[in-house]
Protein backbone atom coordinates (compact mmCIF):
# COMPACT_ATOMS: atom_id res chain seq x y z
CA UNK A 1 0.00 0.00 0.00
CA UNK A 2 1.42 3.49 -0.57
CA UNK A 3 1.21 5.57 1.80
CA UNK A 4 1.60 9.37 1.95
CA UNK A 5 1.34 11.63 4.87
CA UNK A 6 1.76 15.15 6.53
CA UNK A 7 2.71 16.26 9.84
CA UNK A 8 0.15 18.10 11.56
CA UNK A 9 -0.08 20.42 15.15
CA UNK A 10 0.01 24.01 16.02
CA UNK A 11 -3.78 23.48 16.69
CA UNK A 12 -6.60 22.18 18.99
CA UNK A 13 -10.00 23.59 18.38
CA UNK A 14 -11.57 20.54 17.15
CA UNK A 15 -13.68 22.79 14.11
CA UNK A 16 -10.54 23.75 12.68
CA UNK A 17 -8.91 20.04 12.87
CA UNK A 18 -12.07 19.05 11.26
CA UNK A 19 -11.16 21.18 8.24
CA UNK A 20 -8.28 20.70 8.19
CA UNK A 21 -8.35 17.11 8.26
CA UNK A 22 -10.50 17.47 4.96
CA UNK A 23 -7.92 19.54 3.54
CA UNK A 24 -5.44 16.91 4.02
CA UNK A 25 -7.79 14.22 2.05
CA UNK A 26 -8.03 16.64 -0.29
CA UNK A 27 -4.41 17.05 -0.97
CA UNK A 28 -4.56 13.08 -1.58
CA UNK A 29 -2.47 12.29 1.49
CA UNK A 30 -4.19 9.05 3.50
CA UNK A 31 -1.66 9.77 6.89
CA UNK A 32 -1.50 12.27 9.12
CA UNK A 33 1.26 12.72 12.19
CA UNK A 34 0.33 14.36 15.07
CA UNK A 35 2.40 16.10 17.55
CA UNK A 36 1.71 15.27 20.76
CA UNK A 37 3.59 17.49 23.44
CA UNK A 38 4.34 17.77 27.24
CA UNK A 39 1.62 20.57 27.09
CA UNK A 40 -0.62 18.80 24.45
CA UNK A 41 -0.75 15.82 28.06
CA UNK A 42 -1.00 18.62 30.30
CA UNK A 43 -3.97 20.61 28.78
CA UNK A 44 -5.55 18.95 25.80
CA UNK A 45 -5.64 15.53 26.75
CA UNK A 46 -9.39 14.55 25.81
CA UNK A 47 -9.30 17.20 23.29
CA UNK A 48 -6.11 14.77 21.87
CA UNK A 49 -8.45 11.78 21.88
CA UNK A 50 -10.86 13.50 20.06
CA UNK A 51 -8.21 14.63 17.21
CA UNK A 52 -6.93 11.35 17.50
CA UNK A 53 -10.41 9.59 17.04
CA UNK A 54 -11.93 12.21 14.08
CA UNK A 55 -8.40 11.35 12.20
CA UNK A 56 -9.49 8.07 12.52
CA UNK A 57 -13.23 7.90 11.47
CA UNK A 58 -12.09 10.04 8.28
CA UNK A 59 -9.87 6.64 7.64
CA UNK A 60 -6.48 8.43 7.83
CA UNK A 61 -3.54 6.46 9.55
CA UNK A 62 -2.97 7.73 12.95
CA UNK A 63 0.90 8.32 13.69
CA UNK A 64 1.83 10.26 16.84
CA UNK A 65 4.92 12.54 17.32
CA UNK A 66 7.21 12.53 20.51
CA UNK A 67 7.19 16.28 19.91
CA UNK A 68 9.57 17.78 22.29
CA UNK A 69 8.92 15.41 24.97
CA UNK A 70 13.02 15.52 25.80
CA UNK A 71 13.70 18.31 23.62
CA UNK A 72 13.94 19.59 20.55
CA UNK A 73 13.21 18.86 17.52
CA UNK A 74 9.77 20.32 18.58
CA UNK A 75 9.04 22.37 22.10
CA UNK A 76 11.51 22.62 24.88
CA UNK A 77 11.34 20.18 27.58
CA UNK A 78 8.98 20.91 29.89
CA UNK A 79 10.14 17.78 32.27
CA UNK A 80 13.58 19.42 32.76
CA UNK A 81 11.49 22.06 34.99
CA UNK A 82 10.89 19.04 37.19
CA UNK A 83 13.61 17.16 37.13
CA UNK A 84 16.82 19.61 36.34
CA UNK A 85 19.01 17.62 37.18
CA UNK A 86 18.26 15.14 34.05
CA UNK A 87 19.74 17.96 31.62
CA UNK A 88 22.26 17.02 28.37
CA UNK A 89 25.55 18.75 29.61
CA UNK A 90 28.28 19.40 27.43
CA UNK A 91 32.25 18.59 27.60
CA UNK A 92 32.77 22.15 28.64
CA UNK A 93 30.69 21.37 31.68
CA UNK A 94 27.40 23.32 30.71
CA UNK A 95 23.77 22.19 30.91
CA UNK A 96 22.21 22.49 27.92
CA UNK A 97 19.17 24.30 28.97
CA UNK A 98 16.06 22.50 26.79
CA UNK A 99 17.34 18.73 26.32
CA UNK A 100 16.95 15.83 28.92
CA UNK A 101 19.55 12.95 28.44
CA UNK A 102 18.94 9.81 27.59
CA UNK A 103 20.36 8.08 30.04
CA UNK A 104 18.88 9.38 32.69
CA UNK A 105 16.12 6.71 34.63
CA UNK A 106 13.52 9.85 35.41
CA UNK A 107 14.01 10.74 31.83
CA UNK A 108 12.72 6.99 30.74
CA UNK A 109 10.35 6.71 33.70
CA UNK A 110 8.65 10.31 31.86
CA UNK A 111 8.72 8.91 28.67
CA UNK A 112 6.89 5.27 29.26
CA UNK A 113 4.43 7.80 31.34
CA UNK A 114 3.90 9.83 28.05
CA UNK A 115 3.55 6.09 26.12
CA UNK A 116 0.68 5.55 28.51
CA UNK A 117 -1.38 8.76 27.72
CA UNK A 118 -0.70 8.47 24.04
CA UNK A 119 -2.08 4.46 24.16
CA UNK A 120 -5.15 6.32 26.52
CA UNK A 121 -5.93 8.57 23.58
CA UNK A 122 -5.68 6.08 21.02
CA UNK A 123 -2.30 6.05 19.33
CA UNK A 124 -1.32 2.84 18.10
CA UNK A 125 1.72 3.94 16.14
CA UNK A 126 3.97 6.20 17.88
CA UNK A 127 6.81 8.34 15.50
CA UNK A 128 9.97 9.07 17.38
CA UNK A 129 10.84 12.09 15.63
CA UNK A 130 14.83 12.65 14.85
CA UNK A 131 16.62 11.24 18.06
CA UNK A 132 19.92 12.52 18.17
CA UNK A 133 22.78 14.08 20.28
CA UNK A 134 24.27 17.46 20.27
CA UNK A 135 27.36 18.11 18.53
CA UNK A 136 28.28 21.65 17.88
CA UNK A 137 31.09 23.62 16.56
CA UNK A 138 32.60 21.40 13.88
CA UNK A 139 36.36 20.86 13.37
CA UNK A 140 38.04 18.35 11.09
CA UNK A 141 34.64 16.62 10.64
CA UNK A 142 34.30 16.33 14.37
CA UNK A 143 32.25 18.57 17.15
CA UNK A 144 34.43 19.95 19.75
CA UNK A 145 31.11 21.00 21.57
CA UNK A 146 28.96 17.83 22.52
CA UNK A 147 26.72 16.04 24.68
CA UNK A 148 25.95 14.39 26.52
CA UNK A 149 29.07 14.43 29.53
CA UNK A 150 26.29 14.54 32.48
CA UNK A 151 27.69 12.79 35.79
CA UNK A 152 25.22 9.97 34.57
CA UNK A 153 26.79 9.60 31.68
CA UNK A 154 30.61 10.24 32.87
CA UNK A 155 29.82 7.05 35.23
CA UNK A 156 28.53 4.93 32.81
CA UNK A 157 31.35 5.26 30.53
CA UNK A 158 33.79 4.63 32.47
CA UNK A 159 31.74 1.53 33.60
CA UNK A 160 31.99 0.61 30.29
CA UNK A 161 35.37 1.79 28.55
CA UNK A 162 37.60 1.96 32.69
CA UNK A 163 38.72 5.37 32.01
CA UNK A 164 37.36 8.32 32.63
CA UNK A 165 35.09 10.05 29.85
CA UNK A 166 37.72 12.36 27.61
CA UNK A 167 36.57 16.19 26.87
CA UNK A 168 37.72 15.80 23.37
CA UNK A 169 35.46 14.10 20.74
CA UNK A 170 37.61 10.25 20.82
CA UNK A 171 36.38 7.13 18.77
CA UNK A 172 35.03 5.66 22.16
CA UNK A 173 33.15 9.33 23.21
CA UNK A 174 31.24 8.76 19.48
CA UNK A 175 30.53 5.22 20.11
CA UNK A 176 29.07 5.52 23.55
CA UNK A 177 26.85 8.62 22.05
CA UNK A 178 25.49 6.32 19.83
CA UNK A 179 25.03 3.22 22.44
CA UNK A 180 22.95 5.72 24.72
CA UNK A 181 20.60 6.65 21.91
CA UNK A 182 20.37 3.21 21.16
CA UNK A 183 19.88 2.01 24.57
CA UNK A 184 17.20 4.81 25.32
CA UNK A 185 15.18 3.57 22.17
CA UNK A 186 15.64 -0.32 23.26
CA UNK A 187 13.99 0.69 26.77
CA UNK A 188 11.00 3.13 25.15
CA UNK A 189 10.44 1.06 22.57
CA UNK A 190 9.94 -2.43 24.27
CA UNK A 191 7.57 -0.57 26.57
CA UNK A 192 5.59 0.61 24.10
CA UNK A 193 5.74 -3.01 22.21
CA UNK A 194 4.65 -4.37 24.94
CA UNK A 195 1.55 -2.73 24.55
CA UNK A 196 0.94 -3.79 20.96
CA UNK A 197 2.07 -0.04 19.75
CA UNK A 198 4.19 0.13 16.77
CA UNK A 199 7.33 2.23 16.50
CA UNK A 200 8.63 3.98 13.68
CA UNK A 201 11.78 6.58 13.60
CA UNK A 202 13.43 8.89 11.41
CA UNK A 203 17.00 9.83 12.02
CA UNK A 204 18.39 13.24 11.03
CA UNK A 205 21.54 13.13 8.17
CA UNK A 206 23.81 15.34 9.96
CA UNK A 207 27.17 12.66 11.02
CA UNK A 208 27.85 15.18 14.04
CA UNK A 209 24.31 14.00 16.03
CA UNK A 210 24.95 10.79 17.06
CA UNK A 211 22.02 8.33 15.10
CA UNK A 212 22.34 8.99 10.88
CA UNK A 213 22.06 7.32 7.40
CA UNK A 214 25.60 6.03 7.71
CA UNK A 215 25.14 4.24 10.93
CA UNK A 216 21.39 3.87 10.87
CA UNK A 217 22.39 0.09 11.21
CA UNK A 218 22.98 0.47 14.59
CA UNK A 219 19.36 1.32 15.98
CA UNK A 220 17.57 -0.85 13.42
CA UNK A 221 18.74 -3.78 15.22
CA UNK A 222 16.48 -3.45 17.69
CA UNK A 223 13.17 -5.87 17.23
CA UNK A 224 11.04 -3.76 18.65
CA UNK A 225 11.92 -0.92 16.42
CA UNK A 226 9.87 -1.68 13.41
CA UNK A 227 9.69 1.14 10.62
CA UNK A 228 13.10 3.27 9.68
CA UNK A 229 13.06 6.11 8.28
CA UNK A 230 15.36 9.75 7.64
CA UNK A 231 14.08 12.83 5.82
CA UNK A 232 16.59 13.68 3.29
CA UNK A 233 15.93 17.43 3.36
CA UNK A 234 17.33 19.11 0.28
CA UNK A 235 16.99 22.96 0.03
CA UNK A 236 20.38 23.42 2.23
CA UNK A 237 22.23 20.97 -0.19
CA UNK A 238 23.86 22.03 -3.63
CA UNK A 239 22.76 19.07 -5.02
CA UNK A 240 19.66 18.74 -6.80
CA UNK A 241 16.36 17.28 -5.30
CA UNK A 242 15.99 14.75 -7.03
CA UNK A 243 19.59 13.66 -6.89
CA UNK A 244 19.41 14.31 -3.39
CA UNK A 245 16.52 12.54 -2.18
CA UNK A 246 16.89 9.58 -4.52
CA UNK A 247 20.43 8.49 -3.10
CA UNK A 248 19.43 9.15 0.42
CA UNK A 249 16.14 6.94 0.41
CA UNK A 250 18.07 4.33 -1.65
CA UNK A 251 20.79 4.29 1.05
CA UNK A 252 17.74 4.05 3.70
CA UNK A 253 16.23 1.66 2.29
CA UNK A 254 18.65 -0.61 1.18
CA UNK A 255 19.29 -0.66 5.60
CA UNK A 256 15.51 -1.30 5.98
CA UNK A 257 15.90 -4.38 3.61
CA UNK A 258 18.97 -5.83 5.42
CA UNK A 259 17.07 -5.74 8.50
CA UNK A 260 13.95 -6.38 7.19
CA UNK A 261 12.03 -3.49 8.27
CA UNK A 262 9.42 -0.97 6.87
CA UNK A 263 10.27 2.35 5.87
CA UNK A 264 9.27 5.90 6.22
CA UNK A 265 10.63 9.22 3.92
CA UNK A 266 9.78 12.68 4.49
CA UNK A 267 10.21 15.36 1.84
CA UNK A 268 10.96 18.95 2.72
CA UNK A 269 7.72 21.45 2.63
CA UNK A 270 9.17 24.61 5.36
CA UNK A 271 11.55 26.86 4.43
CA UNK A 272 11.16 26.57 0.74
CA UNK A 273 12.38 29.43 -1.25
CA UNK A 274 10.32 31.23 -3.42
CA UNK A 275 10.86 30.21 -7.15
CA UNK A 276 11.54 26.75 -5.92
CA UNK A 277 8.52 25.25 -5.03
CA UNK A 278 8.70 22.78 -8.15
CA UNK A 279 11.33 20.71 -6.83
CA UNK A 280 8.53 19.40 -4.33
CA UNK A 281 7.45 17.40 -7.01
CA UNK A 282 10.63 16.20 -8.09
CA UNK A 283 11.92 15.18 -4.79
CA UNK A 284 8.76 13.09 -4.49
CA UNK A 285 8.84 11.26 -7.27
CA UNK A 286 12.46 10.82 -6.30
CA UNK A 287 11.50 9.14 -3.20
CA UNK A 288 9.10 6.70 -5.51
CA UNK A 289 11.48 6.06 -7.78
CA UNK A 290 14.02 4.94 -5.09
CA UNK A 291 11.06 2.52 -3.83
CA UNK A 292 9.85 4.24 -1.10
CA UNK A 293 6.13 3.31 -0.26
CA UNK A 294 5.43 5.67 2.73
CA UNK A 295 6.35 9.35 1.44
CA UNK A 296 5.40 11.68 4.22
CA UNK A 297 5.82 15.67 4.23
CA UNK A 298 6.62 18.37 6.82
CA UNK A 299 4.41 19.77 7.09
CA UNK A 300 0.58 20.97 6.56
CA UNK A 301 0.48 23.84 4.65
CA UNK A 302 4.09 24.71 4.03
CA UNK A 303 4.85 25.28 7.55
CA UNK A 304 2.45 28.56 7.20
CA UNK A 305 2.57 29.07 11.35
CA UNK A 306 5.60 28.25 11.83
CA UNK A 307 9.07 31.18 12.00
CA UNK A 308 10.34 28.74 9.74
CA UNK A 309 7.30 28.37 7.03
CA UNK A 310 7.74 28.29 3.51
CA UNK A 311 7.62 31.77 1.66
CA UNK A 312 4.68 31.06 -0.42
CA UNK A 313 2.86 28.14 1.53
CA UNK A 314 -0.26 28.28 -0.31
CA UNK A 315 2.24 27.18 -3.32
CA UNK A 316 3.76 24.78 -1.27
CA UNK A 317 0.59 23.22 -0.22
CA UNK A 318 -0.88 22.98 -3.47
CA UNK A 319 2.01 21.55 -5.12
CA UNK A 320 2.30 19.40 -2.49
CA UNK A 321 -1.25 18.10 -3.05
CA UNK A 322 0.42 17.30 -6.75
CA UNK A 323 2.98 15.53 -5.87
CA UNK A 324 1.43 13.22 -4.24
CA UNK A 325 -1.17 12.77 -7.10
CA UNK A 326 1.48 12.38 -8.95
CA UNK A 327 2.82 8.96 -7.03
CA UNK A 328 -0.87 7.62 -6.40
CA UNK A 329 -1.69 7.89 -9.80
CA UNK A 330 1.14 5.90 -10.71
CA UNK A 331 1.19 3.56 -8.04
CA UNK A 332 -2.32 3.03 -9.27
CA UNK A 333 -1.47 2.41 -13.16
CA UNK A 334 1.07 0.20 -11.91
CA UNK A 335 -1.26 -2.19 -9.55
CA UNK A 336 -3.32 -2.13 -12.85
CA UNK A 337 -0.84 -3.29 -15.26
CA UNK A 338 -0.51 -6.53 -12.87
CA UNK A 339 -4.33 -6.56 -13.00
CA UNK A 340 -4.84 -6.40 -17.09
CA UNK A 341 -1.80 -8.93 -17.11
CA UNK A 342 -3.10 -11.81 -14.90
CA UNK A 343 -6.96 -11.34 -16.88
CA UNK A 344 -5.03 -11.67 -20.30
CA UNK A 345 -2.51 -14.82 -18.72
CA UNK A 346 -5.90 -16.86 -17.74
CA UNK A 347 -8.03 -15.83 -21.11
Known amino acids: MLKTGVAYHGNRILKHVEEDLNDIINHNFNLVVHMFSHNDWDRHHKIMKEIFDMTLEKGLELWVDNWGIGGPPGDKSHFLAYYPEAHQVYNDGT ?86 IVDYFKHVTEYSASKGMTNTVCVMLGEQLGIHLKNIDKICSLPSLHNIGSDPYWYGSTTNSYDFVYKGTKKNLDICKQFNKDHNIWIQGFGVPAGREEEIIYATDAAYDAGARTILFWSFRGAESNTYRSVNPELVWKTAGDAMRRIQDRYRDENLAIFRTMIKDNE
Open 95 to 180: NDPVRACYNNEDFRRFTREWIDVVYDCGGRIIFWDEPHLVGREIKDGKPTKFTCCCNVCKKLFKDIYGFEMPSTFTDEVAEFRVNS
